[in-house]
């Protein structure tokens, strides 16, 4: 499974950024796929994960602000982000869970106080 990421980018605080990544070229669905960051000196951390049949899961620090969907059809997953947070700062990657871990490339996502 390859996942591909885009959306990542330099907010101010307060502001919104949206990430998607897609596994379209894998024609079965995906039983979960989410999203995890890593900053800078730190272990990587689980943000949102979705199943196939809705399920959601949120880290404490992102739950009223980020919101995770999923495009089941194509196998797509995004991540709405919300009222941004400097400490939201950090490498967000994206994961499939299907029999075993994939991982994206990472996207920078950089919030500015």
């Known amino acids: 499974i390859q996942l591909v990421e885009s959306g990542g980018g330099m907010v101010q605080a307060g502001g919104s950024l949206r990430l998607s990544c897609s596994a379209s070229?894998?024609?079965?669905?995906?039983?979960?796929m989410g999203w995890y960051r890593q900053a800078p000196g730190k272990q990587r951390d689980l943000v949102a994960t979705i199943t196939s049949g809705g399920s959601l899961n949120y880290a404490d620090s992102v739950k009223g602000r980020f919101t995770i969907s999923r495009d089941g059809t194509k196998n797509t997953v995004y991540l709405q982000m919300n009222s941004l947070k400097p400490e939201d700062t950090a490498v967000y990657y994206c994961?499939?869970?299907?029999?075993?871990?994939?991982w994206g490339q990472g996207t920078q996502v950089t919030v500015s106080s």
């Open positions: 994961n499939a869970d299907h029999f075993r871990r994939y």
């Open positions: 070229a894998y024609r079965s669905s995906i039983n979960l």
